[in-house]
């Protein structure tokens, strides 16, 4: 079955950094891929998408790139900041059904940002 | 104006009570889902309504029942509930056939 896998956290980094969080798909087809952010206390809160290979979702200085090749959608960020600490999760749905459309989700990574 | 609410925030039950959850989402949207996040923060889908019509089970027990009385709204209902039921518990909704989905703040289930 479909399967999404994201670097284990928590990660720790100082403000202004620069942010990498890794994550990998196994999925048939052509799945659209997804970054959540989960602050403290509240629910998921989409941050980022991409629909289809090489492109590139971004929001609020994040982005992620569709890599078809190495089944990646990585998130970066140029320089973090404390507000940014929260969990981050990826998934993927394959779409294109009328009866809706589940999305699997990776483990999430915890990120701490430190001022 | 909130997308999509639960209620209540949070619960705190016995073992072998029953409860429900409930969630209403005024998007407009076809299709809502439930989905559980454990102790360790892993997600995973239970349920998905389309129409008011049970389209997904996960694999769910049947001490789990969600009901759809319309489109906006898809209650949770559980039986029996037992300690490993503790979790948070999060509704959702999109278009049908879409893939964005939108979450609710979630409900905090604690069984004691």
């Known amino acids: 079955g479909d399967s999404v896998t994201q670097m284990e956290g928590p990660v720790t980094l100082s403000e202004e950094a620069f942010l990498t969080i890794n994550c990998t798909y196994t999925?048939?087809?052509?799945?659209?891929l997804f970054w959540y952010v989960q602050y403290p206390g509240e629910g998921l809160q989409l941050l980022l998408k991409?629909?289809?290979?090489?492109d590139k979702g971004s929001n609020k200085g994040f982005e992620a790139t569709y890599r078809k090749e190495t089944t990646s959608f990585h998130l970066e960020k140029g320089s973090v900041q404390v507000s940014d600490s929260a969990v981050y999760f990826c998934a993927l749905s394959k779409g294109g059904s009328n009866a809706g459309n589940m999305l699997t989700f990776g483990g999430g990574t915890r990120l701490m940002v430190k001022p | 104006d909130t997308a999509v609410s639960q209620t209540p925030k949070y619960l705190v039950t016995q073992m072998g009570n029953d409860k429900s959850i409930k969630c209403e989402q005024n998007?407009?949207?076809?299709?809502m889902y439930w989905y559980k996040q454990d102790s360790k923060k892993f997600l995973k889908i239970m349920f998905s309504y389309n129409n008011k019509e049970l389209i997904i089970n996960e694999t769910v027990p049947n001490r789990f029942s969600p009901k759809s009385p319309d489109k906006a709204h898809l209650n949770l209902h559980i039986n029996s509930l037992e300690l490993g039921d503790s979790a948070v518990y999060f509704c959702?909704?999109?278009?049908?056939?879409?893939?964005?989905?939108?979450f609710g703040p979630g409900t905090r289930l604690t069984v004691t």
């Open positions: 959702a909704s999109s278009r049908q056939g879409g893939t964005e989905q939108y």
């Open positions: 999925a048939t087809g052509y799945p659209s």
């Open positions: 991409a629909t289809k290979a090489d």
């Open positions: 998007l407009g949207h076809d299709t």
